[in-house]
């Protein structure tokens, strides 16, 4: 079940009750051991849903999931509420806590436990619905609610009151609730999450929206960098970098900024540092995969990119890729040749800014590596008059116009040479040259091997 806690101080806050309430039907029930004020009195429910209503202004809640009917079924807390600031029309979502003191709800140092799979699926809810003109994003950390018993997250329209006062927009953020019907954490197949915890960057964290928005991960909480001003030293507050961690069921962390100090305690504690790129390409594969690769190629930010071909991590072999050929061929059509080397590996080692393919691979079959091979030979035929294969080698063989013996037959450099070069014969001191009198044949050997 998901609980949804409205408060009776926040106008938007009820507007968007309003719409909760006209967006699908819900049957009205009665809580006489609570006060009015405190969660009691009238609430609402429909399949997967209850609604609770509160006189104090969300922040400053203690824990409303005690309110609910049955709070051990609770997945999570969605606060629907306004967003204040000079950020125009806005649909945002973000977790709650302080890493610093507690100016705005919350305890000091204190992080209530994240929704970050039930956050990614409330924005992209909100980027299907949001009105025109609404931008949609997620924030950082920074108020209350923090003693939470239950996961958590706000959903809120904003950014002024026009906004709170906007049908649309607070339709928006209850039918974005109401499609959010999922889980708390985004686990993988091996029991993993897919969470990270991001650090440094602005309030509005662009970045980490991007993970949100842009990836297979979901986002925790977000220490911005005003917040880990407020936090003080991490390594004397190692505590509360430790908190963010577990608060947002995470073992990762993405850092933006160069944060030397902040990278060592997060090391010191466990976890791992990781890239936006990490995460990206990474996306939804095995965790497992991901570090055996990695250990036996190079790493995701030195280049090392996934192909397309199976990934039982218990049946990978690790082999040289043909760097002359691949060469050869990203020279006459490098897309071509990046999607051959893809299509056939498992994991692969590039170059230039990860542009071409060049080094080891990890392959799943003999077979694949011969695939790839004949993939990236028959591109050179676009250049070559002959490609074969032989045992351990490519030959490729072209007919072309040596300048050098049209030289020695007298031909000056100019119109004729382009003639000859392109086909043509030409007359010459009362001969007829022909392309194949001042041709040469070049052969060029691509070494293959696996090892």
């Given at each position: 079940?998901?609980?949804i ?20 039907s819900?049957?009205t ?8 004020a405190?969660?009691g ?20 809640l ?7 009917s ?5 997945e999570f ?20 806590g ?5 100016e705005y ?6 992080l ?9 699926a ?18 950082c ?5 923090s ?5 958590s ?12 006062r ?12 109401l ?10 197949s091996?029991g ?11 309030h509005y964290?662009?970045?980490f ?14 220490g ?11 390594t ?23 944060k ?15 890239s936006?790129?990490w995460?990206?390409?990474?996306g939804?594969?095995?965790?497992s ?5 990695e ?5 995701i930010?030195?280049?090392l ?5 199976e990934?039982d ?16 061929a990203s020279g006459?059509d490098?897309d071509?040749?990046?999607?051959a080397v ?9 170059t ?5 393919p ?14 790839l ?13 002959s490609?074969t294969?032989t ?13 050098e013996?049209?030289s ?23 001969q007829?040259i ?8 070049q ?9």
């Amino acid at each position: 079940m998901i609980g949804i806690v409205v408060s009776r101080a926040d106008y938007a806050s009820t507007h968007i009750r309003d719409q909760l309430l006209e967006c699908t039907s819900w049957e009205t029930q009665t809580d006489e051991s609570r006060p009015n004020a405190d969660g009691g009195g009238t609430y609402y429910t429909t399949p997967g849903f209850e609604l609770r209503e509160f006189d104090e202004l969300h922040i400053y809640l203690d824990d409303p999931s005690v309110a609910f009917s049955a709070p051990e079924q609770l997945e999570f807390v969605v606060f629907v509420s306004r967003h204040s600031g000079n950020t125009g029309k806005l649909l945002t979502a973000h977790v709650t806590g302080n890493f610093g003191p507690a100016e705005y709800g919350g305890t000091d140092g204190g992080l209530a436990r994240a929704a970050p799979n039930a956050q990614k699926a409330i924005v992209a809810s909100m980027q299907q619905y949001a009105p025109d003109e609404y931008d949609v994003g997620i924030e950082c950390t920074h108020h209350g609610p923090s003693e939470m018993t239950v996961p958590s997250l706000f959903a809120e329209v904003g950014s002024d009151d026009p906004q709170w006062r906007d049908p649309e927009a607070a339709r928006a953020v209850a039918k974005a609730v109401l499609d959010c019907q999922t889980d708390a954490d985004r686990i993988d197949s091996d029991g993993n999450t897919r969470h990270v915890v991001g650090f440094g960057g602005g309030h509005y964290a662009p970045r980490f929206t991007r993970v949100v928005m842009e990836t297979d991960w979901a986002v925790g909480h977000i220490g911005a960098d005003w917040q880990l001003e407020e936090l003080g030293d991490a390594t004397a507050n190692c505590d509360v970098i430790d908190r963010a961690f577990a608060a947002s069921n995470a073992a990762l962390a993405v850092v933006e900024g160069t944060k030397p100090t902040l990278t060592s305690v997060i090391s010191e504690l466990g976890y791992r540092v990781v890239s936006e790129t990490w995460l990206s390409v990474v996306g939804d594969r095995s965790l497992s995969l991901v570090k055996q690769v990695e250990s036996e190629l190079s790493s995701i930010d030195d280049g090392l990119r996934f192909g397309a071909g199976e990934t039982d991590s218990d049946e990978l072999t690790y082999v040289s890729l043909p760097d002359e050929l691949l060469a050869a061929a990203s020279g006459i059509d490098l897309d071509r040749t990046y999607k051959a080397v893809k299509s056939h590996t498992v994991a692969f080692e590039t170059t230039e800014g990860a542009t071409k393919p060049v080094g080891r691979a990890a392959i799943h079959s003999n077979d694949a590596y011969d695939a790839l091979v004949d993939e990236v030979s028959a591109i050179l035929t676009e250049k070559y008059d002959s490609v074969t294969r032989t045992d351990g080698e490519i030959v490729a063989t072209t007919v072309g116009f040596d300048p050098e013996r049209a030289s020695t037959l007298g031909i000056p450099e100019g119109p004729k040479f382009g003639q000859l070069a392109s086909g043509r014969a030409i007359e010459h001191d009362g001969q007829t040259i022909t392309p194949e009198t001042v041709s040469t044949e070049q052969v060029d050997r691509f070494i293959i091997s696996r090892r």
